[in-house]
Each structure stands twice: as C-alpha cells, then as structure tokens.
T-cell receptor, first 116, second 109 residues
Framework: EAGVAQSPRYKIIEKRQSVAFWCNPISGHATLYWYQQILGQGPKLLIQFQNNGVVDDSQLPKDRFSAERLKGVDSTLKIQPAKLEDSAVYLCASLGGGLAGGTSQYFGPGTRLLVL | RKEVEQDPGPFNVPEGATVAFNCTYS??????FFWYRQDCRKEPKLLMS???SGNEDGRFTAQLNRASQYISLLIRDSKLSDSATYLCVVSNQGGKLIFGQGTELSVKP
C-alpha cells in the first residue's frame, strides 16, 4: 500500500515570497491533516479535512496560510507571504474511516521549508 | 500551560538501561492516547496506543492514569536503535492529535 506522498521535499524561499505544498493521502482515507513542526517541538495541527470539508482550522494563521482539498483527495497548503518564523517541516497525515481517534493516522515524509 | 507536556530531555543512557518517559495532559475529556517515535529528519510513526489497563509490546510498556492525567512509556533493555525522539500524543473525539514537544533519547554503546 502506498503511503502519504508529499512534495516538494525541500523548499528555500525568501521572506514575503509565496510557497505551496502538495499532499496525496493514502487511497480511500477520508480525513487529511496538515501539521507544522518547528525544530525542537512536536507537530502542531494547522488544519483538518474530512473529505473536502474543513473540520478544524482553529490554529491556521488565516492571514497568510490557506489550504484546500477540492475533490476530497489531494490537498495543497499555501503560505503567502512567508515570514521567517514559518521555517519548519510541514507534515501531511491521513486517517482512514470516520472521525474516530487516530490509531491509524499515517504521516507523509514532510516538506522542509526554510525562509531566508 | 501546554496541553501535553513531556520531560524535557535529552536522555542519554547506556545500552541495556531501562528508561522511563513521563507525560501529562490538561484536557480531561481526551479520549485516546499514544506514543509516537520520530527518527531524526523523519516523520512521526505510531509506536503504541496507551490504555488504562496498561499495555506491553516487547520491551515497551505504556501506562495511562486518567485520574492523574498522566501517561508513561518504559523501555527495558534499551538498544542503540531505540535512539529517537519520543512524542506523547493525545487525541480528542474528532481525531485531532495533540503532540507534546517530544523527549530525545540517545542510547550509547
């Protein structure tokens, strides 16, 4: 079974530029998550989708971050404009079934973003 | 106060040592509890779920005390390959995972 795919794996941009990340979850997984992991910290949830609807985006900085999952499969996360403090690893994860607690939440390899 | 707090670490132990990780959580309505392992520059992977009755998987034992809102992970006979960051994770009903900051373990020969 293919895992969660993410691209790009690495990205270096200058502050105030825009960047987009892509995630393809495990086939059939209805729930998709985007996390931000700053060096030395645990992952922090940015947004949770159930199919193509947003379940929780309470910690998404909506003035600069946006995410979509239009067809309920792939998802993109965008930052516009980027700030230095956005340097982090952006992890995508997916969960099969409904909104049950995540014993089977699988993470992708992440996108490492460096903002200069 | 952070929702999930862990020992700050890092833990540096010799091979064969027993090491214990502690974690507390603030939301008494939390429903599911886990330990994840994260290797350097890799994604987190589920190590084990944690139940009130306690559960064991080989050298790993996890415990949950709901009254104290406390979770633990014990690793016996530690191996070099156990070196990683261990993340305490709590989940609510909607499947949202809340991670602690992680505790780094380094097992030395």
């Amino acid at each position: 079974e293919a895992g969660v795919a993410q691209s790009p794996r690495y990205k270096i941009i200058e502050k105030r530029q825009s960047v987009a990340f892509w995630c393809n979850p495990i086939s059939g997984h209805a729930t998709l998550y985007w996390y931000q992991q700053i060096l030395g910290q645990g992952p922090k949830l940015l947004i949770q989708f159930q199919n193509n609807g947003v379940v929780d985006d309470s910690q998404l900085p909506k003035d600069r971050f946006s995410a979509e999952r239009l067809k309920g499969v792939d998802s993109t996360l965008k930052i516009q404009p980027a700030k230095l403090e956005d340097s982090a690893v952006y992890l995508c994860a997916s969960l099969g079934g409904g909104l049950a607690g995540g014993t089977s939440q699988y993470f992708g390899p992440g996108t490492r973003l460096l903002v200069l | 106060r952070k929702e999930v707090e862990q020992d700050p670490g890092p833990f540096n132990v010799p091979e064969g040592a027993t090491v214990a990780f502690n974690c507390t959580y603030s939301n008494s309505a939390s429903q599911s509890f886990f330990w994840y392992r994260q290797d350097c520059r890799k994604e987190p992977k589920l190590l084990m779920s944690v139940y009130s009755s306690g559960n064991e998987d080989g050298r790993f034992t996890a415990q949950l005390n709901r009254a104290s809102q406390y979770i633990s992970l014990l690793i016996r006979d530690s191996k070099l390959s156990d070196s990683a960051t261990y993340l305490c994770v709590v989940s609510n009903q909607g499947g949202k995972l809340i991670f602690g900051q992680g505790t780094e373990l380094s097992v030395k020969p």
